[in-house]
């Protein structure tokens, strides 16, 4: 069965520092989003891509936060200078096949911000 | 005051005990999602829907649109049903519940 791959599964930065979080999607989708989750909190909505674009952002998602789909199949989240609060597990997921909303997610890159 | 909101928190049971999970939302959605959260990390999607009813196996998730409600059922529960259960919705973008966290004792 397809699935949503992450590199790394964890991550150990020092603040200040640059991070790119890697995601393969599922081939025949079309729609790509990041997430994270603070531990011991909820999920977390960071961003959708679509065709190209940011199709919808939210506020975490700031100037430090960049997202690229470089080639037909790699989709990376870039944080430009790590926060200590920016340690999360960061999940992407991709939708749009057969099954058109259900979202599939991936492992999940741990950050650790030191 | 969240925008979804789940009960209960935790949940325990016994091995073979039907479960219900419950989830309200106060926005307008287009659909709501059921997840399952393992205790690595790992989210799977258990179930999308936008009215009325879908089974798979021993899970049952029912939506009522009009009251902003939404139930995840488990039939003859097991230990291995033990994780976190996460109800989202989407107006556009996911908007996820705290989860509940299932231990399903032998």
């Known amino acids: 069965e397809p699935e949503v791959t992450q590199t790394p599964s964890h991550q150990v930065t020092q603040m200040g520092q640059e991070v790119i979080l890697r995601c393969v999607p599922i081939?025949?989708?079309?729609?790509f989003y990041w997430y994270r989750q603070i531990l011991g909190q909820k999920v977390e909505f960071l961003v959708s891509?679509?065709?190209?674009?940011?199709?919808?952002k939210s506020e975490i998602f700031d100037d430090q936060f960049s997202v690229e789909r470089p080639d037909g199949s790699n989709f990376t989240l870039k944080i430009r200078s790590t926060k200590l609060e920016d340690s999360a597990m960061y999940f992407c997921?991709?939708?749009?096949?057969?099954?058109?909303?259900?979202?599939?997610f991936g492992p999940g890159t741990r950050l650790l911000v030191l | 005051k969240n925008e979804v909101e789940q009960s209960p928190q935790n949940l325990t049971a016994q091995e073979g005990e039907f479960i219900t999970i419950n989830c309200s939302y106060s926005v307008g959605i287009s659909a709501l999602h059921w997840l399952q959260q393992h205790p690595g990390g790992g989210i799977v999607s258990l179930f999308m829907?936008?009215?009325g009813k879908k089974k798979h196996g021993r899970l049952i998730a029912t939506i009522n649109i009009q009251e902003k409600h939404s139930s995840l059922h488990i039939t003859a529960s097991h230990p291995r049903d033990s994780a976190v259960y996460i109800c989202?919705?989407?107006?556009?973008?996911?908007?996820f519940g705290t989860g509940t966290r299932l231990q399903v004792f032998p």
């Open positions: 891509f679509y065709n190209n674009e940011i199709s919808e």
């Open positions: 829907l936008s009215s």
């Open positions: 081939s025949n989708h079309l729609y």
């Open positions: 989202a919705v989407s107006p556009d973008k996911l908007i």
């Open positions: 997921a991709s939708s749009g096949g057969l099954d058109w909303g259900t979202q599939y």
